[in-house]
């Protein structure tokens, strides 16, 4: 055992003489490995027990093979390891060219010096020096551009030794500039997701693996909105002006102004949301010229106005007013109900292009009743609304004749024309008929304008009434119960027949017992 730990401890010896050796500078070289030799050869001069001396210096330096006693013979059963340190002695100086793997100074493991191939390395210096000549200064055609409400365009010239751009950003010309992108060699980039209404301020700064050039700039743009396209601005009726208009990119609302002035005045009327692409005003008043302009907004920040675009509050073109005689002397003269309207003045001429008088107003009705005319005289009516002390432009003129004897053949006539046609309950012609539906209808086809009428209508009707049989005339119109039959003249009638299914010519005698009255509306 002290044969073992002897010989580990010149193992440790020799190795610490290695590592100095290794790393020592090269004047220190054989002063390192003499130092080595001496490690090894001093254990033998340590002699606490001579008796265990011996052997290693008979193993170590193989000089005594006489000594052979049994317990010596230990030695021979150390690892093969434990007799490395005694190979190094043979001359006292180390080869020099012995390049081996060395550890590095500090001891770290697997820490070793490499052989560098200088051809390699050629390539890699001529970049390095490549880059540290090239002329990085000069930025040019640096520009900022907005694209949209949330978004920026960067362009500028190459630099050939360029290879990336950074490009720094800050929202004040003086302020602090971030880095916010380091780009390629592409001479162009688009800043995104910015806020609307701020003008930022962009530097870019070209680089290459050695160096960085002068930072060009600063250049600015502004986010905005686009402006409102297509705003339509137009009167709906006296008490209404409607607005249009397309959405914009970004806006999340939209203020509507109004004047009544073209150039100033200019007040906020109302706020809508993103998505609203209307708006009706009913706050005008009629006849009034109102001025409109629309902003987007997007939050705090506002677009630019469109506008100013005028509209007066008025009525529609009113063309719904029609005249009905309803015998010789009366004719009622209706229309569509209008949006606003309060008031409707009616007005009367006898001709066409003649003077036209007030006969009457009504409020918020849609016909009105002309009475005390002249038979067959033929009169043209036109109606105007108002609202308020506002008079809108007069309706389209409307014509008939009151009640014309001189129809009554005609009226005879047009009954004639509708023989054998079919009967249907309701049928008003041309084609089918009931019985009120073919008085009606040669009324009409005749030139008498008078509105249609059941046979219990035309009974109450307010037309010359004759009550005696005997006494009816042609034209005049028969009422039986439930039935109405044209006389027309030499004890005959023609009617609308539900039982014939057809309009017939008949005898008017048959009716006789069954007479309630005879209207005389042409007479």
């Given at each position: 055992m002290r044969l073992k730990t002897i010989s580990a401890l010149l193992a440790i010896v020799?190795?610490?003489?290695?590592f100095s050796v290794a790393f020592a500078p090269d004047g220190a070289v054989a002063d390192s490995q003499a130092v080595s030799g001496k490690a090894q050869s001093e254990p033998a001069g340590e002699q606490p027990d001579t008796q265990?001396?011996?052997?290693?210096?008979?193993?170590?330096?193989?000089?005594?093979?006489?000594q052979t006693e049994p317990e010596q013979t230990e030695p021979e059963q150390e690892e093969p390891e434990q007799e490395e340190p005694e190979q190094p002695e043979d001359s006292g100086q180390a080869e020099p060219s012995t390049p081996a793997p060395e550890e590095q100074p500090g001891g770290g493991e697997g820490q070793t010096l490499e052989i560098v191939d200088t051809d390699e390395m050629e390539p890699v210096v001529e970049a390095q020096a490549k880059a540290e000549d090239a002329e990085l200064d000069g930025l040019a055609g640096l520009n900022a551009t907005r694209l949209s409400h949330d978004s920026i365009r960067l362009s500028w010239n190459i630099?050939?030794?360029?290879?990336?751009?950074?490009i720094y950003r800050s929202e004040t010309e003086d302020g602090e500039y971030a880095l916010i992108k380091n780009q390629g060699s592409v001479t162009a980039y688009t800043d995104t997701g910015l806020k609307t209404g701020v003008t930022y301020y962009y530097k870019v700064e070209p680089a290459n693996s050695a160096k960085a050039g002068a930072i060009a700039g600063p250049v600015s743009a502004k986010t905005t909105l686009n402006p409102i396209t297509d705003f339509k601005v137009e009167s709906y009726t006296c008490n209404r002006v409607r607005l249009n208009w397309e959405t914009v990119e970004g806006a999340n609302k939209y203020v509507i102004y109004r004047s009544t002035k073209p150039d100033e005045g200019f007040k906020a009327l109302k706020l809508?949301?993103?998505?609203?692409?209307a708006h009706s005003d009913t706050t005008v008043e009629a006849g009034t010229t109102y001025y409109y302009k629309i902003a987007p907004y997007c939050d705090s920040f506002r677009g630019?106005?469109?506008g100013a675009i005028s509209a007066r509050a008025t009525f529609p073109k009113f063309e719904s007013v029609t005249a009905e005689s309803l015998n010789f002397e009366t004719i009622k003269i209706s229309w569509s109900a209008l949006d606003g309207a309060t008031k409707f003045l009616i007005y009367r001429s006898d001709s066409a292009d003649g003077a036209f008088k007030s006969v009457g107003s009504v409020i918020k009705a849609t016909e009105f009743i002309d009475t005390g005319l002249t038979k067959g005289q033929t009169y043209y009516y036109k109606v105007v609304p108002y609202r308020s002390s506002y008079r809108g432009a007069g309706s389209n003129v409307a014509s008939v004749a009151?009640?014309?004897?001189n129809n009554i053949q005609a009226f005879i006539d047009a009954a004639y024309a509708q023989l054998g046609k079919r009967y249907v309950l309701g049928g008003k012609g041309p084609s089918v008929f009931d019985c009120s539906g073919l008085i009606f209808y040669a009324l009409n086809q005749s030139g008498n304008n008078i509105g249609y009428m059941t046979s219990g209508a035309w009974a109450k009707a307010d037309f010359t009434t004759i009550y005696d049989f005997d006494a009816i005339q042609p034209g005049d119109v028969l009422c039986f119960p439930g039935h109405v039959a044209l006389y027309v003249g030499n004890n005959l009638i023609v009617d609308a027949s539900s039982s014939k299914g057809m309009v017939v010519e008949r005898t008017s005698l048959n009716w006789r017992s069954n007479f309630i009255c005879a209207k005389r509306p042409l007479g």
């Open positions: 020799l190795l610490l003489s290695m265990t001396e011996e052997p290693v210096q008979a193993e170590s330096e193989q000089t005594s093979p006489e630099i050939p030794g360029a290879e990336q751009y950074n809508v949301g993103a998505s609203a692409v630019d106005m469109a009151a009640a014309n004897p």
